[in-house]
């Protein structure tokens, strides 16, 4: 029996897998329908920005590869979570 697979919750699946260092979610709309896309910054390794929120999963995992970045070329001096808005 083949069960369809949702798109967006594989995307979800590879995202989460890819990025450890965050807890990556769906935000749900004042719809009740899914909305963004979450990540929350749970190693400080991983990323400088305690949350990041996109419209789709490509444009998340391009705002956390330059987390990953950031994060990889923090000097001692920086601090180890800013805040952007």
């Known amino acids: ?3 369809p697979v949702d798109p967006a919750d594989q995307a ?9 260092g965050h807890r990556i979610w769906r935000a749900t709309r004042h719809d009740g329908l899914l909305g963004d ?11 400088l920005y305690p949350t990041v929120v996109r419209s789709s ?3 998340l995992r391009k705002a956390l590869d330059t987390e990953r970045m950031r994060a990889a070329n923090r000097t001692a001096s920086e601090p180890s979570e800013a805040v952007q808005w």
């Open 57 to 59: 999963a490509e444009e």
């Open 12 to 20: 979800l699946a590879r995202l989460r897998a890819d990025y450890q």
């Open 37 to 47: 896309w979450v990540a929350t910054l749970h190693d400080p390794r991983a990323g």
């Open 1 to 3: 029996m083949d069960t």
